[in-house]
């Protein structure tokens, strides 16, 4: 694996069952890269570096992610590694051809029925349905002044739940904000500690502030003469909480595909929400179990759910509109269900915008629903990284069947979806890891305007931005080997 493979983010475009395995060896190794700094460091100060990497490591991979959580969290963690095998063994099993056949042409009736296709939702999921409002926030210039600016203007608490919490230029500013913001009102940090830790020791590509010198690590830094309360993930059998909801005074929530970092901000393609209304407490809910299971194990699991409130929370009014929250969490694939039956349903046109395109389950009912004149089009990211290579062989068997295909001229880390009338968007990838085994939240809503300004402000603009791919594109014999990790791990 050559330096370029090395220099993608964790969050970026590499299968991540690969970026676990590349990075759980750099850390073994202590390998750890620098980001720029006024000046080279001395000897002395590269020994300490990589000896407190070394240490921040073993931590992470073997004490909070195998040893810890068998003693704070054994039904749990029992439950999780059940489930991690369940869906290994489920995986190896064929799920539908791999061929191409002609598709027919496209179908000029009516989309599906939207009220019975919520009506369907609630057999099949458990999720509840909430009314709010929502505005899209697309990419790092949308979303981070408005974040900044919720964060200087919260009264009560600020909860940032987030997959990486970095440690570059952009990540330091936000610390320093919540700090300064701890002093006053209740700030809380729930980060997994596997992604940020491995985020934390490659620099993002483009150019950081003249000068910046990263800390070591951000959690000291956020604790570190302040109020700030932190905690972390575990990970047990390697299990992720990617998941990222920011909420601000339990009435605003922020919901996508952002963490917090320099490369969120200003290198990548990416998609938030901004949500008011009682749909808000149901995710908070979420938060809560979340936040008790990292602090206190099965115990604190336990009395989240004691302790959670019946009534919603957040203020309605007249332009809210009807959302669901949707979940993948250990013994329920809500998301993958969802998506799973929205394709089966859909009757006109089907658009996907994500980095992540593995999956075999939601690939075949792609090529099913094209082969029934449904229009699908998939938007994924452009080319010079492993994961593209892995992205080649399921976007092949798409345009072999008929579905269009757009490369994206840049890194897409969005995640996005409409059926029909019905789009579903938030953390989830569509990959084996986001779709059933880490912790991952969703919205999705039927509403008229929401898909209608999705399908505006996103999908219609990157079709025009992106090139589309008309024949299927070489694929070496290691694509098909990142491909099959993809999809089993």
Same mark, same amino acid.
């Given at each position: 694996?050559?330096?370029?493979?090395?220099?993608?983010?964790?969050?970026?475009? %590499?299968?991540?069952? +690969?970026?676990?395995?590349?990075?759980?060896?750099?850390? !073994?190794?202590?390998?750890?890269?620098?980001?720029?700094?006024?000046?080279?460091?001395?000897?002395? *100060? %590269?020994?300490?570096? *990589?000896?407190?990497?070394?240490?921040? #490591?073993?931590?992470?991979?073997?004490? %909070?992610?195998?040893?810890?959580? =068998?003693?704070?969290?054994?039904?749990?963690?029992?439950?999780?590694?059940?489930?991690?095998?369940? =869906? !290994?063994?489920m995986n190896l099993s064929p799920k539908g051809a791999r061929g191409a056949s002609p598709a027919p042409s496209l179908a000029d009736g009516a989309?599906?029925?939207?009220?019975?296709?919520?009506?369907?939702?609630?057999?099949?999921?458990?999720? %509840?349905? =909430?009314?709010?409002?929502?505005?899209?926030?697309?990419d790092g210039d949308a979303f981070f002044p408005r974040f900044l600016e919720a964060v200087r203007d919260a009264k009560e608490s600020i909860w940032v739940r987030v997959y990486i919490f970095d440690r570059d230029d952009t990540s330091v500013e936000i610390a320093d904000l919540l700090r300064k913001r701890s002093r006053e009102i209740d700030v809380r940090v729930l980060l997994d500690a596997l992604g940020t830790m491995m985020a934390g020791q490659v620099p993002p590509e483009s150019a950081m502030v003249p000068g910046f010198a990263p800390p070591p690590s951000i959690v000291p830094y956020l604790t570190r003469d302040s109020r700030v309360r932190v905690v972390t993930s575990p990970n047990p059998w390697l299990i992720s909480d990617h998941a990222k909801t920011i909420f601000i005074d339990r009435k605003i929530l922020f919901l996508g595909g952002m963490n917090i970092g320099h490369e969120y901000r200003h290198e990548w393609h990416d998609l938030m929400a901004e949500v008011h209304g009682p749909v808000v407490g149901t995710v908070l809910e979420d938060?809560?179990?979340?936040?008790?299971?990292?602090?206190?194990?099965?115990?604190?699991?336990?009395?989240?759910?004691?302790? *959670?409130?019946?009534?919603?929370?957040?203020?309605?009014?007249?332009?809210?509109?009807?959302?669901?929250?949707l979940y993948t969490r250990t013994g329920a694939s809500e998301i993958l269900d969802a998506e799973l039956a929205a394709i089966r349903e859909s009757r006109r046109f089907i658009y996907v915008e994500q980095p992540y395109l593995t999956d075999d389950a939601i690939l075949v009912e792609l090529v099913r629903a094209r082969h029934r004149g449904v229009d699908v089009r998939v938007i994924v990211p452009s080319g010079g990284t492993i994961m593209d290579a892995a992205n080649v062989v399921a976007t092949n068997l798409l345009v072999r069947n008929g579905v269009r295909v757009y490369v994206y001229p840049g890194n897409i880390h969005g995640k996005a979806a409409i059926f029909d009338g019905w789009a579903c968007f938030g953390s989830a990838n569509m990959d084996n890891l986001s779709l059933r085994v880490n912790q991952e939240v969703?919205?999705?809503?039927? #509403?008229?305007?929401?898909?209608?300004? +999705?399908?505006?402000?996103?999908?219609?603009?990157?079709?025009?931005?992106?090139?589309?791919?008309?024949?299927?594109?070489?694929?070496?014999?290691?694509?098909?080997?990142?491909?099959?990790?993809?999809? =089993?791990?």
């Open positions: 694996m050559n330096a370029s493979a090395l220099g993608k983010r964790l969050g970026g475009l %590499r299968p991540r069952a +690969l970026r676990l395995l590349v990075a759980a060896a750099i850390s !073994v190794a202590a390998f750890a890269t620098r980001a720029p700094a006024a000046e080279p460091p001395s000897f002395e *100060q %590269r020994v300490v570096e *990589q000896v407190g990497h070394a240490l921040r #490591s073993v931590d992470v991979l073997l004490l %909070r992610s195998l040893v810890l959580p =068998q003693l704070t969290s054994p039904v749990s963690s029992s439950h999780r590694l059940f489930w991690r095998i369940l =869906q !290994v063994g989309g599906m029925d939207l009220a019975a296709w919520e009506r369907k939702l609630d057999r099949l999921v458990s999720s %509840r349905r =909430q009314r709010g409002h929502i505005r899209f926030l697309i938060f809560e179990s979340r936040w008790g299971h990292a602090s206190l194990g099965d115990l604190g699991l336990l009395l989240a759910a004691i302790g *959670q409130r019946a009534e919603p929370v957040g203020d309605e009014s007249a332009s809210d509109v009807e959302l669901r929250a969703n919205l999705a809503s039927s #509403s008229p305007e929401v898909v209608a300004d +999705l399908r505006e402000r996103l999908f219609e603009r990157d079709f025009a931005r992106s090139r589309e791919i008309l024949e299927p594109r070489p694929a070496e014999w290691d694509a098909y080997v990142l491909d099959f990790l993809a999809e =089993q791990l």
